[in-house]
């Protein structure tokens, strides 16, 4: 009884493992293709495009017919056949269109991403000198870590981003200054189809650029950045960035004389804590006293509530015209209620220069 169950046990077993590697089968099968028609006529492609190039030098190592998985139990064949080759001593990707005959590779990927990339910063006006980045290809083709062979990475993508057959999302860290809201508007993005530009604001020249690119980095960072798509751009003010409006304002109340020129009552600029007014000695804005910000908020691009209180425990509203960014209507209260009783038009300040 004893050696009569062990057999059955190792009877078992075994039917055990040939089910497993039945199974196995089946499953590479679903990943990677089995070897039929078009895995070798994807393969014959391959080689024969390889044997003009470097006769004496070049293998087709793997060759697997892509399939595209449309539900958890269901795929479906593409025209695409998939592997590695050997040329000269280095592997590589390739991607066979066994409809077409189109060939892409991973060879010159980087040299197309650098093209993207220096296309990019030549739309956005960007000086090379101050940015670093990198570029993932979107098109048509199968996967954006190969490219067509034998097409000039230049044109390719100059040509591909007119027409909107090809797109191209580009990583860029720059530093400098102008980096505003409105650096860019969706007017300067209407011709841009499929490309997307993710830009990374560095505040500080000392800083170093970062050492990687992507969504996950871009979506981490923590500095002013913006993300520019067809007819969009958004911004991210830095985490820790506080709010100031810029520029140099002006009372609309005039005719006083302050270092013997005819001067508005006061010229007005702004701090993230401040709001300082004084006059003009020549082109020189001297102080003359400064009132406290007590909350300053952007409630929408360009437009501002600030509520300021003086030495004296006075309190007041700037708001930002609903029809002019420009101009700051002055209430003397932080009650939004009594804005239509306490607003004073000559207090209120006009920008003069950004």
């Known amino acids: 009884m004893i050696f009569t169950t062990g ?6 077993y075994k039917k055990y493992i040939v089910i497993t590697i039945a199974v196995f089968a089946v499953f590479l099968s679903a990943c ?6 078009q895995t070798r006529k994807g393969r014959e492609i391959m080689e024969a495009f390889l044997s003009e190039r470097s006769p004496e030098s070049y293998s087709v190592d793997t060759a697997y017919k892509d399939l595209l998985r449309t539900a958890p139990d269901a795929v479906e064949e593409t025209c695409f056949v998939h592997g590695d080759y050997t040329i000269d001593g280095d592997r590589y ?12 590779t991973s060879e010159k990927t980087e040299e197309f991403r650098k093209a993207g990339y220096e ?8 000086d090379p000198a101050d940015a670093k980045g990198s570029c993932d290809i979107i098109s048509e083709a199968p996967r954006s870590w190969v490219v067509p062979v034998d097409t000039d990475s230049s044109e390719y993508f ?3 981003f007119d027409n909107g057959d090809v797109g191209f999302a580009v990583w860029i860290a720059v530093k400098g200054s102008g980096f505003t809201k409105d650096r860019w508007t969706p007017e300067d993005t209407s011709d841009w189809n499929k490309s997307e530009a993710f830009i990374e604001v560095i505040s500080d020249d000392n800083e170093p650029f970062p050492d990687g690119f992507g969504y996950y980095k871009f979506n981490e960072w923590e500095g002013a950045k913006y993300r ?4 969009n751009v958004e911004y991210t003010p830095a985490l820790d960035a506080p709010v100031v ?3 140099t304002w002006v009372t609309s109340s005039v005719g006083y004389e302050y270092y013997g020129t005819s001067q508005p009552e006061y010229y007005v600029q702004f701090t993230d804590s401040e709001i300082i007014y004084g006059h003009m000695n020549g082109e020189v804005f001297e102080q003359d006293h400064a009132d406290k910000i007590c909350s300053i908020e952007e409630i929408a691009a360009g437009k501002y509530v600030v509520q300021a209180e003086t030495s004296g425990g006075s309190r007041y509203t700037y708001r930002t015209s609903e029809d002019n960014n420009d101009i700051l209507n002055y209430y003397k209260t932080w009650n939004e209620e009594e804005f239509p009783k306490k607003y004073r ?6 920008r003069e220069s950004s």
């Open 7 to 12: 057999n059955r046990n190792a009877e078992n």
């Open 32 to 37: 990677y293709g089995t070897p039929d028609e």
């Open 93 to 104: 990707e390739y991607w066979v269109n066994t409809d077409t005959g189109e060939i892409f």
């Open 119 to 126: 296309l990019m910063l030549e739309k956005l006006g960007l």
């Open 158 to 160: 100059r040509n591909g």
């Open 228 to 231: 520019l798509s067809k007819d």
């Open 245 to 247: 409006i810029t520029g």
């Open 345 to 350: 038009g000559g207090a209120s300040l006009t």
